[in-house]
């Protein structure tokens, strides 16, 4: 029996995945982007930040409290974190979920991705359970994905292209961030490599905002785009357009 280290639960998750769904943020992160939201589930152990451990039958019993409430195309996410990093719990929760007829998706960026064994076995072994994966394409360039994120980016593109392999239905989500990567030739450039892929389907830009700030003061850690302003309504229709090809 594997158990989970979480950093928390949302039970009315309505921008997870599609539908109402129940949502599981895992503790641990080993990447660090400039502009995350989560801080508090980077650390792996989370003992100051209130995250706990379960089995992952008692997390499923916990999800389907609330599966009145997905409809038709609801279900479970999992989250982070990074949730790739606790393979085998993931195994073992969404083959439990599947078994009782539940649409499962995964968030990740894929940066621990690798086609070495045993986490390739593992990771194929997960993707049979799995209906969906919103898998985040951060910045195209990879310099500037190693600035934005303190990792390469031949993990996450390595995955793309499995997943593309496979079949596998993935959303990509795309953080608008100005002087990072809200940048033209970025975009044509992640456009350019999600034209190559063939199971995409959903991109979606997200607009970078500031309302994570508090909690890095509140953690004391220094917040690096502090001085950055969220993008304009024209510069995200821009990258729409250009993530669209429209």
Not at 20 to 37: A, N, S
Not at 112 to 124: A, G, I
Not at 193 to 219: C, G, R, W
Request: glycine share 8%; with cysteine.
């Amino acid at each position: 029996m594997t158990l989970g280290r979480i950093n928390k639960l949302e039970t009315f998750g309505s921008v997870d995945g599609p539908g109402v769904r129940f949502v599981v943020f895992t503790q641990g992160c080993p990447m660090r982007c400039l502009f995350c939201h989560n801080p508090e589930t980077w650390d792996f152990k989370g003992e100051s930040e209130g995250a706990f451990d379960i089995t992952a039958e008692d997390l499923l019993k916990k999800a389907l409290r609330y599966k009145s409430y997905w409809g038709k195309e609801g279900g479970i996410t999992v989250s982070g974190g990074e949730p790739l990093m606790q393979m085998d719990f993931l195994i073992e929760f969404f083959e439990l979920a599947k078994a009782v007829g539940v649409h499962t998706c995964i968030d990740t960026s894929g940066v621990n991705f690798v086609r070495n064994e045993p986490y390739f076995s593992k990771f194929k072994r997960l993707m049979e359970s799995t209906d969906l994966l919103l898998v985040d394409l951060k910045v195209i360039d990879p310099e500037e994905h190693k600035k934005l994120t303190g990792h390469g980016i031949e993990h996450n593109l390595d995955m793309f292209r499995f997943l593309d392999e496979i079949q596998k239905p993935i959303w990509i989500r795309h953080v608008l961030v100005p002087g990072i990567s809200d940048n033209d030739d970025y975009l044509k450039r992640a456009k350019a490599f999600i034209d190559t892929l063939h199971n995409v389907k959903k991109v979606e830009v997200l607009p970078y905002h500031s309302l994570a700030v508090a909690k890095y003061k509140q953690m004391g850690i220094e917040y690096a785009l502090k001085d950055t302003k969220s993008p304009s309504p024209e510069r995200i229709a821009n990258a729409k357009a250009i993530l669209s090809g429209a």
